[in-house]
Nanobody
């Protein structure tokens, strides 16, 4: 089992930037593909970005391509989500997740989430 703790959320104006972090503990971090998801009120949880175990492969939702960047530091057992040019529609609770199978599917372990609010 792996435990995940997100941080870095907050309130930002439209056009601003935030960097989310997700610290892992438990099983070997480098064994897991990692991802970020988000859930806005009244909406289902949606995939935002994923990164492979080594960090060599990434995937993004169309809505965030060119604005968000996922990265990881296996030595620091942390995955990041750099968000720039934020829009009010990016407002959501952001969750970090871990998968043994793929950086796009099969996410099994979840963090508790961190709130991101973008004001217009």
């Amino acid at each position: 089992q792996v435990q995940l703790v997100e941080s870095g959320g907050g309130l930002v104006q439209a056009g601003g930037s935030l960097r989310l972090s997700c610290a892992a503990s438990g099983r070997t971090f480098s064994n897991y593909h990692m991802g970020w998801f988000r859930q806005a009120p009244g909406n289902e949880r949606e995939f935002v970005a994923g990164i492979s175990r080594s960090g060599s492969s990434t995937s993004y939702a169309d809505s965030v391509k060119g604005r968000f960047t996922i990265s990881r530091d296996n030595a620091k057992v942390t995955v990041y989500l750099q968000m720039v040019s934020l829009k009010p529609e990016d407002t959501a609770v952001y969750y970090c997740a871990a998968s043994r199978s793929s950086w796009t599917t099969g996410y099994y372990y979840w963090g508790q989430g961190t709130q991101v609010t973008v004001s217009s």
